[in-house]
């Protein structure tokens, strides 16, 4: 079962404009991960937040985690047609495996 | 420096038929491990390996999954007597140490069973 869900499923912007995007999970966790994928192939990596952090920047990427709540957001500013892709988190609930949420796709406008 | 790759990147085979499917990791990631996802959905842990240790198994759907890894290195996952219901794209991954760390993923193998 997935241990992730991300909010909303979809999310349109115009370029230029923020978007951001909510993950909840439902046990505890030690990292949560974030991952983009381009046209339902391979993922990428993007930024990795451990359970004892509360907010992680990297360039356009602002992630927050509140562990109390169970949720994580990831925030992209000044969003690029290059950032159209479906994005999701990844929590380590278990020993080794990453558990995947359904994703949010984000469609950016020219 | 290169990436995982997989091969090959889209397969139709016919129901009934046996597959495999192959994921070379990056040179000296240990960890290794499959995914499946289904049209418009997340990814689906299939199975994990990890060095020498025995890998765990324990999201191959059905009994026709299987997966091998030599040498510690390349793998290959096997669908036997495919059916329709494993049409998806099998997503492999790796990375140096395991969970607390990023993993690199291939860009797939799409499967249709017609």
């Known amino acids: 079962s997935q241990q992730g869900e991300e909010d909303p499923q979809a999310l349109s912007i115009q370029e230029g404009e923020n978007a951001t995007m909510n993950c909840s999970y439902k046990t505890s966790i030690n990292n949560l991960q974030w991952y983009r994928q381009n046209s339902g192939r391979g993922l990428v990596h993007l930024i990795l937040?451990?359970?004892?952090?509360r907010e992680k920047h990297s360039g356009r990427l602002r992630v927050t985690l509140d562990t109390s709540k169970k949720s994580s957001s990831l925030l992209i500013t000044a969003s690029r047609a290059a950032d159209t892709a479906s994005y999701f988190c990844a929590t380590d609930a278990d020993d080794y495996k990453l558990s995947f949420g359904a994703g949010t796709t984000v469609t950016v406008r020219a | 420096g290169a990436g995982v790759s997989q091969s090959p990147s889209n397969k139709v085979t016919e129901k009934g038929k046996d597959v495999e499917l192959r994921c070379d990791p990056i040179s000296g990631h240990t960890a290794l491990y499959w995914y499946r996802q289904s049209l418009g959905q997340g990814l689906e842990f299939l199975i994990y390996f990890q060095g020498n240790s025995a890998p765990d198994k324990s999201g191959l759907p059905s009994d026709r999954f299987s997966a091998e890894r030599t040498g510690g290195s390349v793998s290959t996952l096997t669908i036997q007597r495919t059916q329709q219901e494993d049409s998806a794209v099998y997503l492999c991954a790796s990375s140096s140490q395991g969970i607390a760390y990023e993993q690199y993923f291939g860009p797939g193998t799409r499967l249709t069973v017609t």
């Open positions: 937040i451990r359970s004892n952090e």
